[in-house]
């Protein structure tokens, strides 16, 4: 089975940082991602407040699965912050904690999922960020911590509180009518569906541009993990 903590290692995220330097300042204001959640308003809107948010990153582009976005979490909720870097592990290893500053960006959704970037300029909720303002906002407050975890959850305790955390499950298996395909393919995002104990199924996504994509699905019984979604009424997991 899959799992991410075997295939991406803290290490490979854990790469020495360039030049990266945050903007916050002594009148910042530090608020929690559920704070900064709330100041979407269902439609874009900017941010003008001197805030800045604290959370560890619980995604990594380096497979592929994750393309121009990274996914901050910290006690209290989760959020997305597109950047137009195709590889953020470099700035923003995976499972470091980081202090980032957002006034002067602009806060969206997809769905439930709340995402901030740049101001939108066409018809996504917000655009990408700069990379080079990216890094002047960020500041990595500890790279890679190897005690931080997903939350293990059962398919059946899911909520949609749930969506954009990271989320393990142990003892699930993928369905018997996939066992043989691959994981995707190269041309679309493909959904393969595991299943639990108690009969309960979740669709698992892979990219086209996942580095796994081409592979076995494995056979057994399993522990996965990955960011979670709650999109168009059903539950996804993203691998990372």
Known sequence: MKNITRVLTIVCCALLLCGCTNETTPTSEHISIARLRQHYGNYPTRIT???????????CDREGNFYKTIVVEDA???????????????????????????????IGAYGRSIVVGAEPTGTFPVDDLDAQDFARRLRVVNR?????????????????????HWIIFDSVQFISEEIGLAWGCDTS???????SPVGDTLRVA??????WRNAKLPEGSGSIDGILYYRSGNYELWPT
């Open 49 to 59: 407040q001197p805030w800045y948010i604290v959370g560890r990153i619980t995604s």
């Open 76 to 106: 209290t909720n989760a959020i997305e912050i597109n950047v137009n870097d195709r590889q953020l592990h470099l700035t923003a290893p995976w499972c470091s904690t980081i202090e980032l500053y957002v006034e002067g960006m602009w």
């Open 144 to 164: 890679s911590d190897s005690l931080y975890h997903p939350t293990p959850r059962t398919i059946s305790q899911l909520t949609r509180k749930d969506n954009q």
């Open 189 to 195: 995002t493909t959904f393969r569906h595991v299943i």
């Open 206 to 211: 892979t990219s086209a541009y996942a580095t």
